[in-house]
């Protein structure tokens, strides 16, 4: 596929940055989808071969089409370490947010992985205890930290919505400090133009809860081009079953209209920052007096 388009390009004389201004892209994104790095999207791959490299071969086109469309299921490369230690749910939804173009993720107890800091990653793996070795939490914590830039920081990183329970903003995580640092990232993660934090207030997330943490990956337009992931302490399970992933994706946009605004989503993170480094300022000045 790599190999085609690229040959296409250049029977056709077009420069890659000629090719991104044409359709609107960003230069690296023509790059990667030339080096086989992202998988290319059914649609992008008629607006590119035909609309820009004028094919005309209606079999051809139609072949490409296809070995798109399989292309974005496929495994991509997959770095030994990661499959010795990662979880096979796990590691396809690496490949499949390389292809993302829309993420909703409702998370009702912890800042998503990729969006965790050091710290905060550190500190949630510890909990393992003896469940994980400590080379599969160094492989795991590595992983959560890449995967930020993968999944939304990146040049042309998908849309991403998160719903974010309340109660999570309660829980503290490693310990007070650890915890501020990682809701004051969030929030400044969520100032990010692909970015969209919602919090569920606890009055309404109750029933959202019983449905358990889960990604829902769109890969097209179409609204059943997509997969959705969900993650159970230290098992996951992914699914492109089209009823499975319609209903997540249901329930998501059911209770994304149900949660504060971005805006208020963001003020009360930033709330929380402040009560919880208020409290730490507290505990120090009393430790002060009394030692």
Partial sequence: MRLALRAARERSGLSQ???AKKLGWSLSKVQRI?????AVSPTDLRALVVEVYGLTDVERIAELTEEARIARRE???TAPEHRDHLTPGLVQLLQFELAATTIY??????????????????????????????EQRRVRRDVRLARR???????????????FDESALWRIIGDMATTADQF?????AATRPNVHLRVLPMDRGALMGMFGVFSVLRLGPERDDAVVYRE????DALSEDVSDVLYH????????????DEHASRALVLARVYDIRARIARDNDHGRNHG
């Avoid at 969006?115 to 990653?121: D, G, M, V």
């Avoid at 004051?184 to 400044?188: F, S």
């Avoid at 994706?249 to 504060?260: N, S, V």
């Fill in 249 to 260: 994706i249901d329930i998501f946009e059911r209770f994304w209209q149900q949660a504060l």
């Fill in 17 to 19: 940055s000629e090719v």
């Fill in 232 to 235: 159970y302490y230290l098992r």
């Fill in 75 to 77: 495994r991509y490369w």
């Fill in 184 to 188: 004051e990232d969030l929030a400044e």
């Fill in 149 to 163: 830039e993968r999944v939304i920081e990146r040049d042309g990183a998908p849309e991403y919505r998160l719903l």
């Fill in 105 to 134: 993720e409702y998370q009702s107890t912890l800042v998503p992985g990729h969006l965790q800091t050091q710290e905060f990653a550190e500190a949630t793996l510890g909990w393992y205890g003896l469940e994980l070795t400590d």
């Fill in 34 to 38: 030339e080096l086989g790095e992202v």
